[in-house]
Nanobody
Framework: VHLMESGGGSAQAGGSLTLSCAVS???????FGWLRRPPGKDREGIAF???????RYKDSVKGRFTISQDDEKKTLLLQMNDLKSEDTGTYLC???????????????WGQGTQVTVSS
């Protein structure tokens, strides 16, 4: 599985950005997720979609971020609304046959895309 993110950039607080992750390879029974690494902090998981379509969010992004994917599982999206300065960081998409491994050591990673939110 190969992953490649796009769509990062700069936004004002309260603004919106959409991140996209292009997926190639065998993706049946694969869980996907978006994680981020804030400046000077550890990586954290923020949104996940399991192979059965179950979606989970980090509490701090619930109601603001939406994860989705197309039916073929070739594009993973993260719609980010009402952005806050604490959303700044490097955003990565990840994939693994086991959803529980997405936060502790996924098998597949994108290269990351930078999101900067200014207040």
């Amino acid at each position: 599985v190969h992953l490649m993110e796009s769509g990062g950039g700069s936004a004002q607080a309260g603004g919106s950005l959409t991140l996209s992750c292009a997926v190639s390879g065998h993706t049946r029974s694969t869980a996907f997720g978006w994680l981020r690494r804030p400046p000077g902090k550890d990586r954290e998981g923020i949104a996940f979609i399991d192979s059965d379509g179950t979606i989970r969010y980090k509490d701090s992004v619930k109601g603001r971020f939406t994860i989705s994917q197309d039916d073929e599982k070739k594009t993973l999206l993260l719609q980010m609304n009402d952005l806050k300065s604490e959303d700044t960081g490097t955003y990565l998409c990840a994939a693994d046959p086991w959803a529980n491994r997405l936060t502790v050591g996924a098998s597949y990673w994108g290269q990351g895309t930078q999101v900067t939110v200014s207040s």
